[in-house]
């Protein structure tokens, strides 16, 4: 299970637990995503994560707060070993394998949104994730299928 680490000023990582007996008792298994991972690939912070296996490997799903907004879309990112929370890196840093971005045609004002999960089942929606609007708060949640996937 991956969860957001928040302290008094906020959310600052993302982190990975297991189970070996259903939940009963859970085991820490290392930091995917701090501070200054996410400082390197130009997000304040990454929040609003979920794991995802599509043809045996392993995703990180997971919204940046980035270009002034602060859930910006749904960063995928890929494990070279979820057993020891590895994620893959390039140059040093995290491999942010795709951005999926916020659907431009939804509104014109300040967007926000991108927390999210996909099922390979139903490839053809793609990613899905909330969308709203900060001027115009729906009085109902609405999700969205993006249509992209995950290496698209």
Known sequence: ??????????VDSIFLISSADHG???KYIDTLINKDQS??????????SSLVEV????FLLATPTRNGRQHDGTSVFRFRDISSGELE?????????????LQTTFSLGQRGGGQ????EGNAPAGVVFPQF???ERPT??????TGHGLND
């Open 1 to 10: 299970m991956s969860l957001s680490g928040a302290t008094p000023r906020g």
């Open 24 to 26: 009963v008792t859970w």
């Open 39 to 48: 400082n390197a690939l130009g997000a304040i912070k990454f929040d609003g």
């Open 55 to 58: 043809a045996d490997e392993k």
């Open 89 to 101: 890196t390039e140059n040093g840093k995290l491999r942010e394998l795709n951005h999926i971005p």
């Open 116 to 119: 999210s999960d996909y099922d």
């Open 133 to 135: 609007t900060l001027e």
């Open 140 to 145: 109902f949640f609405q999700i969205f299928q």
